[in-house]
């Protein structure tokens, strides 16, 4: 009875673990730990969660597999992630510097994606279906950075003002590809497909920036003091906007971002609601996801041959010169200082949630290989990486201390604040 009860002890630790129960807690003590242990040599947590999956994975330590529930926690990450970055763009801040915003938003979608679509096709040999949803992904941008600006109280600043709002044009530029590409593997690029996707896109905008909002003013009212309630009314419109989406023929990523667009002003930043979507969403579902992302990573095809390693270097390094030669137009059209170039670098190198989502979707869907999947998580690692380094030493020159750490370390550097 005692090696019985032994034995069936035993199994429950044998790798990969199966059992649901634990998996959870691991997975919790991953969020726990990765950002403490990496908290202290500045390594943003996004890096951390993805290497931590990297570690775990199948490919890795074997200590957990992907199944369903993975999967499904997975997704639902992408989607939070997604609605996340259209419900904290600050509207108000764009609007009033929308010129700007959108020649940087111009600027840093078509620099990347012009100098991406040539070395993708001519120099590592892809298709051009592959080549031309690759070279959008380099257009991309996640705010990895970000935290380091408020640190440093310099958020008020045009550079990071300018570049926080050309996320909005860059971003629903490379999801519309997105759809488009998607759209041709389906049933090809005819006249029936461009009418279908551009009357599902105005039912799908109607539906979404006039019929949602409404709703929504209409049940916070009604339901004034439950706010848990009001938490599962947006959980509810995340998914709702991503399966209309679905139907609209488009990824349900872009239903979630509309979605955060769509209640960007009835969810005001600081609010008792926006604390709580994003304290869930950087607790459980965007940590999970970026696990996730890890454990679909095989290190291995990295030493399969010199035309791995090949991928992932040219993709990091064609990543990187396409956000700053973007940073550098930016600063001489503007007439901005080196640091506020610094900031617009550091925020919009570094790639993670909507890179991730577009090379994720073409890997399913097969347009995507192993080499560039690997290779732009390389991206993903080295990216967000050079990203906190830039905007940590850009805002240490424009404030002249070390984020309230210790005494100012020199003068504050002189500075377009957009006053």
């Keep these: 009875m005692n090696n019985h009860m032994f034995d069936e002890i035993l199994s429950k630790f044998q790798l990969p673990v199966t059992n649901p129960v634990l998996m959870f807690m691991l997975v919790l003590l991953i969020i726990l730990l990765s950002p403490l242990l990496l908290k202290k040599i500045r390594v943003p947590a996004v890096v951390g969660f993805i290497m931590a999956g990297i570690a775990v994975s199948p490919h890795g330590l074997n200590v957990l597999q992907k199944n369903a529930a993975t999967d499904l926690f997975s997704t639902i990450g992408l989607l939070y992630i997604m609605f996340i970055a259209g419900l904290e763009l600050d509207l108000n801040d764009f609007k009033q510097k929308k010129h700007k915003s959108l020649l940087f938003g111009f600027l840093t979608f078509s620099v990347p994606t012009l100098i991406g679509f040539p070395v993708c096709y001519y120099v590592l040999g892809y298709p051009l279906l592959t080549s031309i949803l690759t070279s959008s992904m380099f257009a991309t941008h996640t705010l990895v950075a970000y935290p380091i600006i408020s640190r440093y109280g310099i958020s008020k600043n045009e550079a990071v003002a300018v570049t926080v709002g050309g996320t909005i044009l860059t971003d629903t530029a490379v999801l519309i590809i997105l759809a488009v590409v998607m759209g041709s593997v389906a049933g090809g690029l005819t006249a029936v497909f461009w009418l279908r996707l ?51 023929g488009i990824e349900p990523i872009v239903g979630a971002f509309a979605a955060g667009l769509a209640l960007n002003r009835l969810v005001p930043p600081g609010s008792k609601l926006m604390n709580q979507v994003q304290f869930v969403g950087n607790a459980i579902f965007i940590p999970f996801f ?130």
């Excluded at 097969?366 to 990216?383: A, E, K, P, Y």
């Excluded at 905007?391 to 070390?402: H, L, P, Q």
């Excluded at 370390?409 to 500075?415: N, R």
């Design 198 to 248: 551009t009357a599902s896109l105005m039912v799908f905008s109607l539906i979404e920036f006039i019929a949602i909002p409404r709703l929504a003013n209409w049940f916070f009212i009604k339901v004034a003091n439950e706010r848990t309630t009001h938490f599962i009314f947006i959980l509810f419109m995340v998914f709702l906007s991503a399966f209309l989406a679905q139907l609209a």
């Design 290 to 419: 970026l696990i996730s992302v890890g454990m679909l990573v095989d290190l291995h095809v990295l030493f399969n041959g010199y035309h791995a390693l090949m991928v992932a270097g040219v993709l990091t390094v064609v990543a990187l010169a396409g956000k700053w030669i973007s940073a550098l137009i930016t600063q001489l059209v503007f007439r901005y200082s080196n640091a506020q170039r610094g900031l617009i670098f550091g925020l919009s190198s570094s790639h993670a949630a909507a890179t991730m989502a577009i090379i994720l979707v073409g890997f399913k869907a097969r347009i995507i290989d192993d080499n560039i999947l690997n290779g732009t998580i390389i991206l993903i690692l080295m990216t967000c990486l050079v990203a906190s380094f830039a905007t940590e030493k850009a805002a240490v020159r424009i404030t002249g201390t070390d984020g309230g750490r210790n005494k100012p370390l020199l003068q504050k550097e002189e500075v377009n604040t957009g006053s």
